[in-house]
């Protein structure tokens, strides 16, 4: 298998994990040394203005997070498409620019959060197969 189809695969195992709501194949994708900073919204380009809500990665911390959200919103729908994939020469590294739309229903309030935008996914390989090291927040670039 190419690296560019490994590539495609972790991305798609990663939509499957949050369209099945699987904690465990999500938690799968992700680098020991992964920390996520995350935009507040769609439109906070600036960096200076983004959070950490998860800090480094820790397995157990993170599955309870996503778990949460699992247990308390509904996926309404979760459309994503991979528009581009740039793999290093020497093969060890790569990323990904993803187009996501997933729309996510609090249960009890009814209220949705989406992320809706471009992501670019970074990958890394590693003795355990290919792993997300970081990924930009979702941003919209629609006006630039």
């Known amino acids: 298998m ?3 189809d490994q590539i495609k695969e972790i991305v798609n195992r990663e939509t499957e994990a949050w369209n099945s709501k699987n904690v465990n194949q999500l938690i799968s994708v992700f680098h020991n040394d992964m920390v996520w900073p995350w935009p507040p ?3 906070h380009h600036d960096p200076m203005d983004w959070v950490l809500v998860q800090g480094k990665f820790n397995a157990e911390r993170w599955k309870q997070g996503w778990q949460q959200l699992f247990d308390t919103h509904d996926l309404v729908h979760n459309n994503r498409s991979i528009k581009r994939i740039q793999v290093s020469d020497q093969q060890d590294g790569a990323f990904a620019v993803v187009d996501i739309d997933t729309l996510w229903k609090n ?3 009814g ?3 989406n992320w809706k935008g471009r992501t670019c ?4 390989l590693t003795n ?5 090291i970081h990924q930009v927040g979702v941003l919209d670039y ?3």
């Open 107 to 109: 249960k009890k309030t």
């Open 111 to 113: 209220e949705e959060m």
């Open 2 to 4: 190419s690296v560019t």
């Open 128 to 132: 355990e197969g290919w792993k997300m």
């Open 121 to 124: 996914k970074t990958y890394s």
């Open 142 to 144: 629609s006006n630039m």
């Open 41 to 43: 919204t769609e439109k």
